[in-house]
């Protein structure tokens, strides 16, 4: 089993800035990819970065060059730098893993006014 507890959403100007953070718990050795996803009022989930193990981190278009997935192996914590934050980036953020299933964090609210 693994556990993901997201923190960091809040309320903040376009144009402003948010870290979100996600510590990782449990079965951490298991995990095989991980991922930031993020559901806007009335639309489908959708992923916004994501990396297998080892591998490199990819992201969405509509974020690239904003947004940066970062690891920090010691603290077993995942990041999301959000920059530059638009209105539409306005949603929950999810952090996700997956071994032989499927985790997801609470959820985080991230509001961007404009």
């Known amino acids: 089993q693994v556990q993901l507890a997201e923190s960091g959403g809040g309320l903040v100007q376009a144009g402003g800035s948010l870290r979100l953070s996600c510590t990782v718990s449990?079965?951490?050795?298991?995990?095989?990819?991980m991922g930031w996803y993020r559901q806007a009022p009335g639309k489908q989930r959708e992923v916004v970065a994501w990396?297998?193990?080892?591998?490199?981190?990819t992201y969405v278009d509509s974020v690239k060059g904003r947004f940066t997935c970062s690891r920090d192996n010691a603290k077993n914590t995942v990041y999301l730098q959000m920059n530059s934050l638009k209105p539409e980036d306005t949603a929950v953020y999810y952090c996700?893993?997956?071994?032989?299933?499927?985790?997801w964090g609470q959820g985080t609210q991230v509001t961007v006014s404009s």
């Open positions: 990396f297998v193990s080892g591998g490199k981190i």
């Open positions: 449990g079965s951490i050795f298991s995990i095989n990819a």
């Open positions: 996700y893993a997956h071994d032989a299933g499927d985790y």
